[in-house]
């Protein structure tokens, strides 16, 4: 079986290793893959977003399978066309990949349908957007860019002046394009957030183990939004009793929704949630598996990938069983200095003994090759992850590692999992 994936962060590294892991699978690709990827797949200099090319190249290498992993090639439509051409893949088509790629969409949907999220209201003209935020006067209030904005196009007002600003540089400056033509503008909630990934065939649905994410750059949850500095599975606040309610009113019912709209979703269906007082509420819907959240979903994973991935295309995933082990993961990020605004890149990595630890896995997310040499060229440079018996053990071995590895201005977060710890009493 020749293989494609497209991306090259941690969360395809992620999803590359899994798939390595079933033996049918001879030939890896990823498109464009990164540094440490190389190890594992043949990676090529296609962009993730030149759909064009990424189709001649997988018709030209006699591709049998294609994972489409980040949300922009899924917006664009890679996987309808892939699939013209022949070439199966897992991810949802483009009209099904607007759950993510518009917040409009996702917002009408869950109100159409009664799957429980945040009070809201939908604007495309900026002095309308101003007169409610001000006639509604409750802060914080949230303002979300309708499109995709690289995870920020959302932003929390704490005051009117914070609000008109926001307002402001979406609307009118567009300061993430036309993703910026509408807003909405929703009503603040509070509450434990929970990560739940999923794959669903448009009919059958499996959560994956729970996972939760750090968002914020500095320890504490101080600092700017990132892309996510680690992540943490299970998430101790997800209990069976509050699955079994996500999966009642919130999972089932947005497959079937999306069906009713002539819009089956099939790939991985990630469910970004806020357990409220009063139940469980989407945040956010993705198209796709959650980055860093992959890194501690997967490792947890005991099923073959490939044959579930399989299963999702083919509309027979009710066949497969879908087994987590039990334990814990934690992925702490190595960032590079500066990041999430301007830092520099080409810097010489050492990983010391990181990835010859026993448990222990370091996916690379901003890494590349030059001369040999493994350098920084992104952000987030290595997601370090570890399993353990628990938590506590997870992240014990998770941060040892991470401590092997170094490179100038390295940071990351001393506090992955410590409010997961606490919640456990720990
Ligand atoms: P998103 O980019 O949609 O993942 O949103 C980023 C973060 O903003 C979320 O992880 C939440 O912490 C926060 N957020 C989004 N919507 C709300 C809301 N309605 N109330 C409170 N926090 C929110
Ligand atoms: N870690 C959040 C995301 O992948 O959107």
């Known amino acids: 079986m020749n293989i494609l994936v497209i991306g090259g962060g941690g969360r395809e590294h992620a999803i590359i290793k899994k798939l390595r892991e079933n033996p049918e699978v001879t030939k890896l690709y990823a498109c464009p893959g990164n540094g440490g990827i190389a190890k594992d ?39 309808d066309a892939m699939e013209e051409k022949g070439i199966p893949c897992f991810g949802p088509n483009k009209d099904a990949a607007v759950i993510e790629g518009s917040k409009v969409f996702a917002k009408n949907l869950m109100q ?15 002095v309308a957007a101003l007169a409610y935020i ?69 009919r059958t649905i499996v959560p994956m183990v ?60 990630y469910f970004g949630l806020m357990l409220t007082k009063k139940g469980p509420r989407v945040i956010e819907y993705n198209c796709r598996f959650g980055d860093p959240e992959t890194q501690v979903v997967l490792p947890l994973l005991k099923t073959d990938l490939f044959t579930v991935m399989r299963a999702v295309h083919d509309g027979r995933l009710a066949e497969v069983p879908v087994e987590f082990a039990g334990g814990a993961a934690a992925c702490v990020v190595v960032a590079s200095g500066g990041y999430p605004q301007a830092y520099p890149k080409g810097l010489p990595i050492s990983l010391g003994d990181a990835e010859s630890r026993a448990d222990v896995t370091v996916y690379h997310a901003g890494t590349t090759l030059r001369d040999g040499q493994l350098v920084t060229s992104g952000g987030r ?18 941060y040892a590692a991470v401590r092997e590895v170094s490179f100038d201005g390295a940071f990351y977060r001393r506090d992955i999992g410590a409010r997961a710890l606490a919640a456990l009493g720990k």
């Not at 750059?217 to 939004?225: E, P, S």
């Open 41 to 79: 797949a043949e990676c090529v200099a296609i962009g993730a977003t030149d759909i064009p090319a990424l189709v001649d190249f997988a018709v030209e290498k006699g591709i049998d399978f294609c994972v489409v992993a980040p949300d922009d090639p899924l917006a664009l439509g890679c996987v």
């Open 112 to 126: 159409k349908y009664g799957i429980p999220t945040a009070r809201y209201e939908v604007f495309s003209d900026s």
């Open 134 to 202: 001000r006639a509604q006067n409750e802060f914080p209030t949230v303002i979300k860019a309708d499109g995709l904005a690289l995870g920020k196009g959302v932003i929390i007002a704490e005051t009117m002046a914070q609000a008109e600003e926001a307002v402001k540089s979406i609307m009118e400056d567009k300061m993430f394009g036309d993703s910026g033509n509408r807003v909405v503008v929703e009503e603040f909630l509070t509450g434990p957030e929970v990560s739940v990934l999923s794959f669903t065939d448009g």
């Open 210 to 269: 729970s996972s939760m994410d750090h968002k914020r750059a500095l320890d504490g949850d101080k600092g700017l939004n990132t892309g996510g500095m680690g992540t943490v599975a299970p998430n101790p606040y997800y209990t069976a009793d509050v699955a079994r309610q996500c999966m009642e009113t919130i999972f089932l019912p947005t497959v079937r929704a999306m069906n009713a709209e002539g819009r089956t979703f099939k790939g991985c269906l």
């Open 381 to 398: 440079v290595l997601g370090v992850t570890a399993t353990g018996e628990d938590l506590p053990a997870a992240l014990e071995k998770a």
